[in-house]
């Protein structure tokens, strides 16, 4: 299990970057979080906004320990100061909460110093309105970099069985105990491999190439999109998923 604060979460989250406010995907956000999910990944740019309004009217009040994280600053012209706290007051109105468990800068921009944007965030984790700070798309200097101003609780890269060049930055936060987030973790499908494990583990190839990421690092947690309350179950399964050492080393 990882920890955030005193929050325990399930190792598999749920990416919403499709997620619109119907009544349908409102009502797949609930039952996402009954079905023992408890960290939900949005963004303020998803859907334009959408994505945050569904799961404010969803989980408003937030469940006691289900985090619900956010991000801003995708855009160069969004990251500066006056853009940034727009967002995060947009962010707090959209998802119907005083405090956002997570806020990560959504990406780090050369024209704007990383300083400068994460100044925004202490401020906001100062005033109890971030709980906690998060990176995306950040290398390990980078990390490094924002970890001299902040705690940084997670970092959310783009990283899978496919898309590798992330792994000094894996290897990085597993050694200083941050909780690594791999967006689109299952883009790209795998290796020929992967079918043969999933068969003799009963499982479908995505769950094996989930379980992959898991044993990859003690503090991988992976956020797979979804609108199918079925395949979030499914996605679930795969933490009770047990690769062999050498099954492990076949998908490397």
């Known amino acids: ?91 707090l109105r959209r998802l119907r909460s005083e405090r956002i468990a997570l806020y990560y800068l959504h990406r780090l921009h050369s024209g704007v110093p990383l300083e400068q944007s994460l100044a925004v965030l202490v401020d906001y984790r100062d005033a109890g309105k971030i709980e906690h700070v998060g990176v995306s798309e950040a290398s390990v200097e980078q990390v490094e970099r924002a970890r001299g101003m902040v705690p940084i609780a997670a970092v959310q890269n783009h990283y899978s069985l496919t898309e590798r060049k992330h792994e000094e930055v894996v290897d990085y936060c597993a050694a200083a105990g941050i909780i690594f987030v791999p967006f689109f973790p299952l883009r790209g499908g795998g290796p020929t491999e992967l079918g043969e494990i999933a068969a003799r583990h009963g499982a479908t190839p995505a769950q094996i190439a989930l379980a992959w990421l898991l044993r990859r690092s003690p503090t991988m947690l992976p956020i797979p999109g979804t609108l199918s309350l079925a395949h979030l179950r499914e996605n679930l399964g795969a933490c009770e998923i047990e690769l062999t050492g050498s099954e492990f080393q076949a998908l490397m």
């Open 1 to 91: 299990m990882l920890h955030l604060g005193a929050r325990t979460l399930t190792r598999i989250g749920l990416g919403t970057n499709r997620l619109t406010n119907t009544p349908e995907h409102i009502e797949f956000v609930r039952e996402a979080a009954s079905a023992g999910l408890n960290m939900i990944d949005t963004a303020h740019t998803y859907t334009n906004g959408e994505s945050e309004e569904t799961i404010g009217r969803a989980l408003s009040p937030t469940p006691e320990g289900c985090v619900v994280a956010t991000k801003g600053g995708y855009g160069v012209a969004e990251a500066g100061p006056e853009m940034l706290r727009a967002q995060i007051e947009e962010s």
